[in-house]
Structures are given as structure tokens and as C-alpha cells.
């Protein structure tokens, strides 16, 4: 409890974890047997998102760009304003953000309708050892089928970008760079925008993983000049079942769909068709109005904040569960020990216990965090463990939380010890 | 730990002292289980004698689940015949997949496991090893 009292006189004074824990009512509810350190896996969700779902059911509800009369039109402007929303916090012109079910779905768009296309044998297609599988099995199925090469940037020590080692990254022969902004494992923070402009020097096109990092540290896709980044709105205090695709201009016009189907034809003859412009073109189907709202809700809700404050208060906690489980006997740390470049995620294990059963007996202890690979085989492989356990944070967490996962390693190591 | 644990007495007590675990190089049938999700890793060796399972044995890495439900396995068919081993496989499967029902009071101790669906292959892994085995001879 006296931490949230420290942050509200603290430097931080604008900052109050307690008002901001009281508009997640799934928090609230649980009051303190939760102690919800799963952030990377997904958020919760305050009550602007779940309100803005619940009103767009009983109040806005009709098809999206399908209809004539006022209520769909109304539905329609609403869809697109979210659009704006999204695209605005991530500093993209409106029609350069493309709806989508997940960042899963956003790479796999790319993957197929831009990437695909324009892979020849011997191309290169460059990833990072700490890829999640959403950007590493795309690419390595494409590889596979064109005869292209997986190229992997593998990490130093500290879990950064060893791009020192890998002399043909900005090579003729690379298609693509597919990284990470900040990995799901490791919490690292990725160089984009560096990489970004040294791969813009030889026309290379850079994809950005941005599921960890969107809504937690400042994203701006002009400033990075990257020429796709992809984000998922459950990872950022949004509702599950959408995601966004930012593109440039020149990509998105040479971007084929993925899904065909409603919505996204301009004229449909009996053999040959063409695709509206985008976005328009790469959302057939039936637009998610409701999740789209929630997800502008939840961009709104951010903006309510400002994000740099809530980043620092995240890497105080991060920082202080850094020392805190560095103090606990045979406590094994992965990725680097300070907070620089780093984002609210930290993976560890604990000697002669399985993260399973860390995660078990923090699970009875109302501790929530991850035990497994965390969809990142490659990574684990070269740690050279079958899974970790994971603590990961976010603006609504404070040092209780933390103390909570400290206690909860101690009864694992005397449970199992 | 609270009542509703899963690291019963019984559990931990097989973890901390598993029985039947160690070397399989002397066996008639070896088979492996492994769950690449969580690394758990377990082979499964039977003596066979008479037509009825002999010594069941078992080597590997895993949690503390994992290895208990393991030591418990080798304990509880031991002596049986193949298919009564196969049919106590299959109650196993049955009682942690549906609403099966427990297959023999020595396996209590994994009943509080049961409502825990993300541990159900850590349990079953041993006894789909076994199964193997069985099928294999």
C-alpha cells in the first residue's frame, strides 16, 4: 500500500496508480487477491472500453458501409472515426491504417499480399532471435516456398541486437527486415528507427512487430519511417479481436488482400475483379464496429494520460522487481538487468523448479503471470531452457504487486526446494 | 497451501521421491513422451514377465506434475496384466478428458489436477508413454 502513497508525492505527482486501478473493474473487483502481472499476454480493460462496447450494442449497432439509412450511416461515420483514432495515436494518415483481427493477422497480410509476391530464390528475409512465432512463422514458410533465406539477427548477452555480426543485413539480397519493437521475452527495446533508416538507404522494407509496444512507450510511425507495423488493441487495454496494419503509401498500393470477399471489391465481373483503394481493400467481411469503437476507446483512454509518465512508472516497477528478485537465491534473470532501453516484461527462473509450478503456486497465491515458451521456440532454444516464467507490468500494477511475486517465488522454492 | 492446491501431500511426496525413476538400459520396451510446450520430457520402460508388466520404470525431466503423475503410474501397474494396464491408460485419459470417473484410490492425489486443464498433459504424458509401450510389445 505505501507505494501508491510514494508515487502520488513523488516526482510522479500527477500519476496515481489507485485512480487508475479503480476504473478496471475486473481490478477493483478482485481488490487484493489479484495481483495481475500477465500484461504481455493481454491487458485488462477499464470501463471506457467495456462502456463503448456495451453502447455501440444498445445504442450504434448496424452494418458498416453497407447501408442507406441513418443508423447505418451512423455506424459507418463511428467506424471510421475509430479508424482516425487509431491511426492518429500512432502518428498515420487515417487511410494508412488497416483494421485487422490481431497482429497475427496484420503479418500474415503482409506476408502474403506484399512480401510473397516479390520473393524470388535467394532472396534474404532478416528476423531476430527473440521473434514471437506471429513474426517468425510467416516468414519462414515464405523462405520455404520460394527458396528465399531465413536470415536471424542473434542477440549479445544483454539481449540486444547483435547487428554487428550480420554483414549482408543491408545487403542486396534482403527482401525484408521482420523485428520486434520490444520483445515479448526479453522486455528489450529494439533500435527500429536506426534500422529503419540504414534499411531505407539500400530500399530494403522493414516490417514492425509492435504488439508490446504500442499503447506502453511513444510509437510514432513517421518517426520511424517503417514501412509496415503491425498492433493488437487487447494488448493495449483494448478488446480482444482487433488489431491494426499501418502501411506506407507505395505499400499499401502494391499490397494485394488476403481475404476476398464483401466489402472490399470495386467491380466484380464474371472472371476478372478489382479492389477498392485502401484500407477498404484489405477488410472484406463484415467491419468489427464494436471492437473498433473499443479500441478508439482505449486510445482514448491512453490519451487521458501521458504515456511517457505511465512508461516511467512501469520501469520503476520493473526496475524495482529487477532488484528485488535479484536478490532471491538461485533467481535466473534473462535479458538485460537495468531498465535502459527496456519495457515492463521480465523472464526468469527459479533452479529445480519448473516454471509450471511457478506459475501454479503463484497462481493459488492470486499472483497471475505466464510459465511457458511464450510463443518464442527460437529464443528459448538459445537460452537454452524448454520454458520460463514471465512477470509483466503495466500503468495499473504498483509494488505491492511485486511484493506479491517475490512472496510467491519464496513459497515455490519452499514448496518445491 | 490452500485447500484447493494442487500439491497435495501425496502429490509432493511422489515428486520429492519418485518411485520406479532412474535407469532404463536393462528394459524390454522403452517409449517417450514429451510436450515441446513445457519441456516435459519422459520415457517409460516395462519388464515384461509371465505376460504381466514387471518392473515399470521411468527416467526424464519435467514439473513437479509431470513427475509425480510418472511415479504414481509405475506404482499403480505394476504387476497388472497388459490389458488391464491399457484399460487403467485409458480410465486416466477418461477421467482427466470427460467426466470419467477415478480409475483406482491410489491416484487421489491427482483429483485436485483435474480442474486445472492447462496441467492435463503434464499429468497424462506418463501414461500415454505407457500406453506406447504397451501397444509396442
Redesign the interface.
Known sequence: MSDISVIKNGPLDKFDVATIRAGFPLLAGAGDSLHYLDNAATTQKPNAVIDAIDDCYRHHYAPVHRGLYPLAEEASNLYEAARETVARFIGAPTDQLVFSRSTTESVNMVAQGWVRPRLRQGDQIWLTRMEHHANYLPWQALCRDSGAQLCIIDLKDDGSLDIENCSSLYGSRTKLIALSQLSNVLGVITPVKKICAQAAEQGIAVMVDAAQSVGHIPVDVAELDCDFLAFSAHKMFGPTGIGALYGKVERLAEMEPLLLGGGMVDNVDECFSSWMPYPAKFEAGSPNLADALGFAAAVNWLDDYDITEMHQHVTDLTQYALDSLSRIADVKIYGPRDTWQRGGIISFNLAKVHPHDIGQIAGERGVAIRAGHHCCQPLMQLLGVSATARASFAPYNCHDDVDALVDAILAAQALMG | ??D????KDVL?DH?RNPRNRGDLTHVDVVRRGSN????DDIEVGINFKDGRLGKVMFRGR?????LASASMMTEAVNGKSKLDAHRLAEAMKAWFTADGVKPTESLQALEAVRS?SA?KR?VLLAWEALDDALRAE
Open positions: 497451501m490452500s484447493n492446491s494442487i500439491y509432493m515428486y515441446p510446450r513445457c519441456g519435467g514439473c513437479s506434475v509431470c486445472h496441467r503434464c
